[in-house]
Structures are given as C-alpha cells and as structure tokens.
C-alpha cells in the first residue's frame, strides 16, 4: 500500500518569508515517483514537479526548490521569499513505479499555505 | 497552453437527482483520469481511462456511479441517484499515457447535493 503524509495542516506566514512544506511518503516499490500540486482558490490543481526515486538531486525552479532524501522518505518543498501569490493549498502526490495499467496517484491530504502580506 | 476542459463548473442537485459532468482532455492524451476530491482532503481517483477503455474503477461506487469514453477523447461521469455524500469537487486529469507522466487536471466541477 502507498501512503503518502503531509503533517502540516495550515501554514501562515508573512511575505518575504521562507517556508518550507514537508511531505513524508511510504511505497514498497523500488522505482517511484513523487509529485508537487498546487491548488489555488480557483480548484484547479497545477502541477509543480515530478521527481524519479532513483534521481535524489535536489531541484530548483525560480523561488521553488525541493529536497528529495529517500533514507527518511520525504520530499519537501521549500519556497524562499514567498509572495501572496503562493497562498493555495499544496499537495504531494505518490505514483509507484510498477508498470502498467495503474497508474494513479496518490495524494497526501496537502497543505494550506496562507501568505500575509 | 492546452488545457483540460470541463463542466459544468458548480452544480447543486437533490438527493435522489441524476447529475452527470462532462471533460475534455488534452488533445492527444490517450490517458483521462477522473478523481473525486471531498473538502480538506486529497483527491482520490474514481476512475482511469486509457483510450475508450477502463483501466482501473476499482474506487468506483458502481451502483450509483458510471463512467464513460465513448471515443477515446471525451469523458462523462453520471451519477444516478445522487446522495448527500456525494458532495465534493470531481477533479478531470489527462497524461500522455500510462506511465509516471504528470498528470493535467482541469478546473473541476464542485457538486452540492442538498
């Protein structure tokens, strides 16, 4: 069984502020892959990142950046300076790597990010 | 930018009613997923689509829920009779195929059932 934990419930922080989002996951798959949505107001979920079990680099993307560690099976997502903008619930996501026909995701129950200015 | 399509976007229907919501991939992706995401949780997929054909509808309540892809393009979900429970936001995404592709998802259509 794949699960995948987001233990922050709520996040509040002021603008400028670092916040990192942390995503803890479990899978008995060997291959494996790890999303990041975000979901602003509107509902639409957007898609943030894909990250490979065995690529463990971490990644940077503008004020985005993701630290994947797999010895504690997490996946956290930090942003630096956040903005308003950033306010929206974030999700992290668990697909297994067994090929076929499955190939659902598995959401974590995400994070609500509120940004004050 | 391409996107997923659906509607309506907000639908308020009776206990007992039929309701049925429509989506349209991206073009060109052979995969269409249908999730349901109930308030302050996750999504959960109801459904997987590869082609016309259903992969997985293993989460499917299939005594008052249907889906289909008729054409291997768009999609319809119906539920029939709908039930308080069933109140949530139904959440339409497409991939390029099966494999670890991210999956685009469309605006979603939030259901009341009073």
């Known amino acids: 069984a794949q699960k995948v934990t987001q233990a922050q419930t709520e996040i509040s922080v002021v603008e400028k502020e670092d916040v990192t989002l942390d995503c803890v996951y479990e899978?008995?798959?060997?291959?494996?892959?790890l999303f990041w949505y975000k979901q602003p107001p509107s509902g639409e979920l957007v898609f943030l990142i894909r990250?490979?079990?065995?690529?463990?680099q971490n990644e940077i993307s503008g004020r985005y950046s993701w630290n994947f560690q797999k010895s504690t099976s997490s996946f956290n997502f930090t942003i630096t300076a956040s903005q308003v903008v950033d306010s929206a619930v974030y999700f992290c996501?668990?697909?297994?790597?067994?090929?076929?026909?499955?190939?659902?995701?598995?959401f974590g129950k995400g994070i609500t990010l509120s940004v004050r200015p | 930018e391409a996107e997923v399509a659906q509607s309506p976007r907000y639908k308020i229907t009776e206990k007992s009613q039929a309701v049925a919501f429509w989506c349209d991939p991206i073009?060109?992706?052979?995969?269409l997923y249908w999730y349901r995401q109930i308030l302050g949780q996750g999504p959960e997929l109801l459904v997987q689509?590869?082609?016309?054909?259903?992969?997985?509808d293993s989460q499917l309540p299939k005594d008052r829920f249907s889906a289909e892809r008729l054409k291997g393009v768009d999609s319809t979900l119906k539920i029939q009779p709908a039930e308080l429970g069933d109140s949530a936001m139904y959440l339409c995404?497409?991939?390029?195929?099966?494999?670890?592709?991210?999956?685009?998802f469309g605006p979603g259509t939030r259901l009341t059932v009073t």
């Open positions: 995404a497409s991939s390029t195929g099966q494999g670890p592709y991210e999956q685009y």
């Open positions: 899978t008995r798959d060997t291959t494996y892959y």
């Open positions: 990250r490979n079990s065995f690529d463990e």
């Open positions: 996501a668990l697909r297994g790597g067994i090929t076929g026909a499955n190939s659902k995701l598995t």
């Open positions: 073009s060109g992706h052979a995969t």
């Open positions: 689509f590869q082609d016309e054909s259903v992969v997985d």
